[in-house]
């Protein structure tokens, strides 16, 4: 491809973004107007670089030594925080990069990291973004959850259960086409159900449970496809196809999807009715992703069609790392057979993290894969990368601070 038809791909591109944002930002939440503010803050202070971002780091191992690891999370955790704290807002961008945040408090024993989690859920008054059940509003609680699960400060949960026993109690039909279930698009398994297992977990109260596989169930019948392993990102995506005729599969909705098993069994009771079937479509899953690794350890935004994207997309790649290094340290996957995958996305990873911890080519909001600079950087990804890092920090017998619950 010509430089000349490349600028005007990017060009394309980014009316394309703008466009799909604004369109996503209707479907999702109830001020497309603010959303899209926000997102375009987003974009400004630490979305799309300059043309030249700079090098990329060299002060950084490939090993997955706890060490090295540790030294990888920070270079890209500190950058992240210093610009992006002023501009902390509840929408589902920023969830992932909360959590991952917290993640990397515990891992790393980074106090500051937590301290700014715990501005972020006082600044919110420890509220959720709206009050209907909307996974993408939802979406904040988790980290309020888990801030709440370690200080056990009845303030950081109240309003979250509030919202949710209303949630309960309220009618779950909609005449949407496309978006008669609650959880329609895939991304949601990780904005939602984590939370509703966090408040099981704080409260002892199946009825979150009951609520959670039920509504999962809806949505993993309707999106999961049992030949390929993989999920449609939502209703109108089942049947549609990339360039080379194979089905579309988005490799961030499929690791929104794992990345949510793996936050959502953490806490489920060991004897739900459910929690054997998440595992083993998460195995499912995690062995097709092993097949699509590309040759530089990560994924392209079109699993099933590489050839057509010429870079590797990261909120996806880290979120495949994420879970799969979980799935190693859960007894879930196979150590001998993985554990290569994870150490090789990890390398692929850090060869996209600049010299000044800029973690690069991050595919902006949307719905589908498409066409993003190779500097792009976003929250959602950033928090992905944390998450990574943590578990695999794991892998070499290093506990983070802080326990999941066990129930």
Same mark, same amino acid.
């Given at each position: 491809? !010509?430089?000349?038809?490349?600028?005007?791909?990017?060009?394309?591109?980014?009316?394309?973004?703008?466009?799909?944002?604004?369109?996503?930002?209707?479907?999702?939440?109830?001020?497309?107007?603010?959303?899209?503010?926000?997102?375009?803050?987003?974009?400004?202070?630490?979305?799309?670089?300059?043309?030249?971002?700079?090098?990329?780091?060299?002060?950084?191992?490939?090993?997955?030594?706890?060490?090295?690891?540790?030294?990888?999370?920070?270079?890209?955790?500190?950058?992240?925080?210093?610009?992006?704290?002023?501009?902390?807002?509840?929408?589902?961008?920023?969830?992932?990069? /909360?959590?991952?945040?917290?993640?990397?408090?515990?891992?790393?024993?980074?106090?500051? /990291?937590?301290?700014?989690?715990?501005?972020?859920?006082?600044?919110?008054?420890?509220?959720?973004?709206?009050?209907?059940?909307?996974?993408?509003?939802?979406?904040?609680?988790?980290?309020?959850?888990?801030?709440?699960?370690?200080?056990?400060?009845?303030?950081?949960?109240?309003?979250?259960?509030?919202?949710?026993?209303?949630?309960?109690?309220?009618?779950r039909?909609y005449t949407?086409?496309?978006?008669?279930?609650?959880?329609?698009?895939c991304?949601?398994?990780?904005?939602?159900?984590?939370?509703?297992?966090?408040?099981?977990?704080?409260?002892?109260?199946?009825?979150?449970?009951?609520?959670?596989?039920?509504?999962?169930?809806?949505?993993?019948?309707?999106? /999961?496809?049992?030949?390929?392993?993989?999920?449609?990102?939502?209703?109108?995506?089942?049947?549609?196809?990339?360039?080379?005729?194979?089905?579309?599969?988005?490799?961030?909705?499929?690791?929104?999807?794992?990345g949510?098993?793996v936050?959502?069994?953490? /806490?489920?009771?060991?004897?739900?009715?459910?929690?054997?079937?998440?595992?083993?479509?998460?195995?499912e899953?995690?062995?097709?992703?092993?097949?699509?690794?590309g040759?530089?350890?990560?994924?392209?935004?079109g699993?099933?069609?590489?050839?057509?994207?010429?870079?590797?997309?990261? !909120?996806?790649? !880290?979120?495949?790392?994420?879970?799969?290094?979980?799935?190693?340290?859960?007894?879930?996957?196979?150590?001998?057979?993985?554990?290569?995958?994870?150490?090789?996305?990890?390398?692929?990873?850090?060869?996209?993290?600049?010299?000044?911890?800029?973690?690069?080519?991050?595919?902006?909001?949307?719905?589908?894969?498409?066409?993003?600079?190779?500097?792009?950087?976003?929250?959602?990804?950033v928090?992905?990368?944390?998450?990574?890092? !943590?578990?695999?920090?794991?892998?070499?017998?290093?506990?983070?601070?802080?326990?999941?619950?066990?129930?």
């Amino acid at each position: 491809m !010509s430089i000349r038809e490349k600028a005007l791909m990017l060009a394309v591109a980014a009316g394309i973004f703008i466009f799909g944002q604004q369109l996503a930002m209707a479907q999702h939440q109830p001020d497309a107007r603010q959303q899209a503010n926000i997102a375009n803050n987003e974009m400004r202070h630490f979305g799309d670089a300059p043309d030249n971002p700079g090098p990329i780091a060299t002060d950084l191992s490939y090993s997955t030594r706890p060490a090295a690891v540790a030294k990888a999370m920070r270079k890209v955790a500190d950058w992240q925080l210093a610009r992006s704290q002023p501009y902390f807002d509840r929408v589902w961008t920023w969830s992932t990069l /909360y959590v991952g945040f917290l993640a990397a408090a515990d891992s790393l024993n980074e106090p500051k /990291y937590r301290d700014a989690m715990m501005d972020m859920g006082k600044k919110f008054e420890w509220k959720l973004r709206g009050n209907r059940p909307n996974a993408d509003d939802q979406s904040v609680g988790q980290a309020y959850l888990d801030l709440y699960l370690q200080k056990n400060d009845p303030v950081m949960i109240q309003p979250t259960k509030a919202v949710f026993d209303t949630v309960l109690v309220s009618p779950r039909t909609y005449t949407i086409p496309g978006k008669e279930i609650e959880w329609w698009w895939c991304d949601a398994l990780f904005m939602a159900p984590p939370l509703w297992a966090r408040i099981y977990a704080a409260t002892g109260d199946r009825k979150y449970i009951t609520y959670l596989d039920e509504e999962w169930a809806k949505t993993s019948d309707r999106l /999961y496809d049992t030949k390929e392993h993989l999920y449609a990102r939502d209703i109108t995506y089942v049947t549609r196809t990339e360039a080379n005729g194979k089905k579309m599969f988005w490799s961030r909705g499929e690791g929104w999807v794992m990345g949510g098993i793996v936050r959502t069994v953490q /806490y489920l009771p060991q004897d739900d009715q459910a929690r054997d079937k998440y595992i083993t479509q998460f195995k499912e899953m995690a062995a097709r992703v092993k097949e699509l690794q590309g040759p530089d350890g990560l994924w392209r935004a079109g699993l099933l069609n590489p050839a057509d994207y010429d870079q590797p997309e990261l !909120s996806g790649s !880290s979120f495949f790392t994420y879970a799969l290094a979980a799935g190693i340290n859960q007894g879930w996957l196979d150590k001998k057979t993985y554990l290569p995958v994870v150490k090789k996305a990890w390398a692929g990873l850090l060869h996209h993290v600049y010299a000044d911890g800029r973690l690069g080519c991050i595919q902006q909001t949307g719905a589908e894969p498409a066409p993003f600079r190779a500097s792009a950087s976003y929250t959602y990804g950033v928090g992905a990368y944390l998450l990574a890092g !943590s578990e695999i920090r794991k892998m070499d017998g290093h506990p983070a601070k802080t326990k999941a619950i066990k129930q």
